[in-house]
């Protein structure tokens, strides 16, 4: 079976968990209790997979098991739209033949292929779903928590925790995802989260990091069209982030950098009443939390305007003609 996934990642803190689970259950929803769920991941000594930008993996719950593999595709902040292919398995074993042969580049080795994959790294976590009605669509949301681990050779096992909501849009329109997700961001505890369970796997096994950020430029091209000028900001936005949290100070300069962007891009735009009128009312509060000789990564980036402007961005991009 295969399908276009559409889903909006959102990393949480525990204690916020409890308040945005009291917001789904006030929606029109069918609840799932909280279910064990297993993941293996698996790759080439070569790293052949990451290359072709795919991801693979065997989900196993309850004794039934499920192949799935997820091929190139589109992020935009953390909403992340990926092709994706799912085979039940009566075994975790891998069997890639059950894939459709078009998904694979032209000459591949089937075979060989696989007799070159092992496991990587697997997550293990339980996994509590609601399935939403709001607005014009159905949208999937779960609450996984629990731990990804790898056995990285010479430097024992490395783990790493999961505390995650996942949105994804089963029927409908993307603007209702957002527009949901808006809503769950009314408090502070959440964050757009742009690394996948698979991406996060393979930072932890080759110790991928942010060993340098790269540096922030001090103007943008004013000339491009506004929905590149916003795209631009979108991706150094979650990318400084991402540098900040993982321990580089220099991310928070890159920050003030994007943040002094989205104000002199408000500032151009304010007479354009299709550009969010929002981000002028938090950039301000956004700006003086960031200047703040102490501020912390794990307090800023977690903040709930902080989460709103970059919803706000992503809502303002996808309205925009194609």
């Known amino acids: 079976m295969s399908s276009v996934e559409i889903e909006l990642k959102l990393s949480v803190k525990p204690d916020a968990i409890p308040t945005v689970r009291q917001q789904l259950f006030q929606f029109p929803h069918d609840y799932t209790s909280p279910q064990h769920l297993t993941n293996r991941y698996f790759e080439t000594p070569d790293n052949q997979l990451r290359r072709w930008d795919m991801g693979l993996r065997i989900r196993g719950f309850d004794g039934h098991y499920e192949m799935t593999i997820k091929t190139a595709g589109q992020v935009m902040g953390g909403l992340h739209q990926r092709p994706e292919f799912n085979v039940p398995l009566p075994y975790p074993q891998l069997d890639l033949a059950q894939f459709p042969d078009h998904i694979w580049p032209e000459k591949t080795d089937l075979t060989h292929l696989q007799t070159q994959l092992t496991e990587l790294f697997r997550t293990d976590f339980h996994r509590e779903k609601w399935l939403v009605t709001y607005g014009e669509s159905e949208i999937e949301v779960v609450l996984d928590q629990g731990t990804l681990s790898s056995g990285n050779k010479g430097a024992g096992e490395q783990t790493s925790p999961i505390c995650e909501f996942e949105l994804e849009l089963k029927e409908g329109n993307v603007v209702d995802l957002l527009a949901l997700a808006n809503t769950l961001a009314s408090q502070n505890g959440l964050r757009l989260a742009n690394k996948s ?32 000028l916003v795209s631009e900001i979108l991706v150094q936005w979650q990318e400084q982030e991402e540098g900040w949290l993982a321990g580089l100070p220099e991310g928070k300069t890159g920050l003030a950098q994007v943040l002094q962007w989205l104000i002199k891009l408000t500032e151009k735009q304010a007479e354009r009443l299709s550009f969010p009128d929002l981000l002028a009312d938090l950039l301000p509060e956004l700006k003086a939390a960031l200047s703040m000789n102490r501020s912390k990564a794990e307090t800023v980036c977690y903040r709930a305007a902080w989460l709103q402007c970059k919803l706000a961005l992503m809502q303002w991009l996808l309205a925009q003609p194609r």
């Open 197 to 228: 369970k698979a991406a996060r796997g393979y930072a932890l096994v080759y110790g991928l990091s942010h060993p340098t950020l790269p540096r922030v430029p001090d103007e943008l091209e004013w000339q491009q069209p506004l929905s590149a």
